[in-house]
């Protein structure tokens, strides 16, 4: 039988709410975003797994080769993982919906879930990600909610990598927005604002 299991933080939220998963960047853990997303959505149930791989000791979701080049064999691994993972907390939570946000590494898990699994979440944050090939079409994206933060100098994740990534959303007919700020690969006020706002009608 395949792990399905991370080391996380997890609260439990009130019945018939979101289950609202949160993935740290490369050398965070499940601390990273835990209490922004507690003040964010306080009734959801929050979860936020520590990525399983270990990259000269800082914690990622996936394996790479160099900066920008992933392995991509490890990253369908991890894919199917946490896609497996979502789908048994989002049952044992009964969660009304499933929501996610991820930072860089983090950002890049969750998108290539939404890619490979375009129903699993009905909405995703994604700040500042980097998906560096071409995703393959799917229509269980049609309608979900999906907001990518970035930064306009971003040298991890340059502008226009992210602009064919919001793209290819487009293109499934997913509702996708994007929140651009002027500096690199940092997290700015008005990124917050925006996923404030995104996640408006889960609260």
Do not use: C
């Amino acid at each position: 039988m395949t792990d399905t299991s991370y080391v996380h933080r997890l609260k439990a939220g009130a019945s018939g709410k979101p289950i609202f998963f949160t993935f740290h960047g490369t050398g965070g853990d499940e601390n990273q975003f835990f209490d922004f997303a507690v003040r964010l959505l306080p009734d959801a149930t929050i979860v936020s797994p520590r990525g399983d791989v270990s990259e000269y000791g800082a914690a990622r979701f996936f394996r790479r080769t160099g900066e920008g080049v992933y392995d991509m064999a490890d990253l369908a691994r991890a894919t199917e993982k946490m896609a497996a993972y979502v789908s048994e907390l989002a049952a044992q939570y009964g969660a009304s919906q499933v929501l996610g946000l991820g930072f860089s590494n983090g950002a890049n898990i969750l998108a290539n879930v939404l890619i490979e699994h375009g129903d699993l979440f009905d909405a995703a944050v994604l700040m500042h990600p980097l998906i560096p090939f071409q995703p393959k079409d799917n229509a269980r994206l049609e309608g979900r909610r999906v907001l990518i933060t970035a930064g306009e100098r971003d040298p991890i994740a340059p502008s226009p990598v992210t602009k064919a990534l919001a793209g290819y959303f487009a293109r499934q007919d997913a509702e996708v927005t994007v929140e651009w700020h002027p500096g690199g690969h940092d997290i700015r006020p008005n990124e917050i604002e925006a996923i404030s706002k995104f996640l408006v009608p889960y609260a």
